[in-house]
């Protein structure tokens, strides 16, 4: 069955990064575009990025744009998630979230999986 397993989380101060990992198992990861979403305590979920299944076209949210980065390396199926510039605002968990084809998706009802999550803390 397919997995997304997160980690790379933790407390930041601002300004101070983070790398995400998305390690994916039980489907053929290099076929799917992929996403990272996250949500704030007391919040609806909010799409942060995501890029096709080749990595060729990459998507941000306008406010991580400049900050933050997604990659992903198909030969290791994993999904990564670079955060500079770290905001107090960005503090959230942060899923991993495939789509349904190797095509671009930013819709929540458009994934067909998610992760459980890896928490990211903001703060001084």
């Known amino acids: 069955q397919v997995q997304l397993v997160e980690s790379g989380g933790g407390v930041a101060q601002p300004g101070g990064s983070l790398r995400l990992s998305c390690v994916a198992s039980?489907?053929?990861?290099?076929?799917?575009?992929m996403s990272w979403v996250r949500q704030a305590p007391g919040k609806g979920r909010e799409w942060v990025s995501g890029?096709?299944?080749?990595?060729?076209?990459?998507y941000y949210a306008d406010f991580v744009k400049g900050r933050f980065t997604i990659s992903r390396d198909n030969a290791k199926s994993t999904l990564y998630l670079q955060m500079n510039d770290l905001k107090p605002e960005d503090t959230a968990r942060y899923y991993c979230?495939?789509?349904?084809?190797?095509?671009?998706?930013?819709?929540?009802?458009?994934?067909?999986?998610w992760g459980q999550g890896t928490q990211v803390t903001v703060s001084s």
């Open positions: 979230a495939k789509g349904p084809s190797g095509s671009f998706y930013y819709l929540d009802p458009d994934f067909d999986s």
């Open positions: 039980g489907f053929t990861f290099r076929s799917y575009g």
């Open positions: 890029l096709y299944s080749d990595g060729s076209e990459k």
